[in-house]
């Protein structure tokens, strides 16, 4: 797996402790952290995927935003996910979830930002149409 930058210490321990495959690859001056294989919630056209998380320059302590999915994600009922856009991302078409919450510097970190992302997966089956 590519590391073509480090995160914190305690990120990467958090990753490894999830046993799937990540890595850290580069795109211009943009850092993307990828997550192989990653399960997503029951209901969705995909049990697992690559997760892309930007990691921009700021952070840590600046915030992370948003989450990407390759192959992108429907759900198997037909209901039209909101929020959604394609991004190519280390030459494959990704699909963003444009989620957005209030980071609470010091407090949230990577493993704060997959929960959210995990709980927005869910939540999307709860959301009233």
Do not use: C
Not at 48 to 69: E, H, N, S
Request: hydrophobic share 40%.
């Amino acid at each position: 797996m590519r590391r073509m930058f480090r995160l914190p210490e305690a990120d990467e321990a958090f990753l490894d402790s999830l046993k799937i495959s990540w890595e850290t690859v580069r795109e211009g001056e943009t850092r993307w952290l990828l997550l192989h294989d990653y399960p997503v919630a029951l209901g969705y056209s995909h049990d697992k995927v690559t997760v892309a998380i930007r990691i921009d320059g700021g952070y840590p302590p600046g915030k992370l935003d948003m989450a990407w999915f390759f192959p992108a994600l429907s759900r198997k009922d037909g209901v039209a996910i909101a929020n959604l856009s394609g991004e190519q991302i280390d030459g494959r078409a990704f699909q963003r979830w444009s989620r957005h919450y209030p980071w609470r510097e010091g407090d949230d970190d990577l493993s704060t930002h997959i929960r959210r992302m995990d709980a927005w997966l869910q939540d999307e089956f709860r959301r009233k149409r």
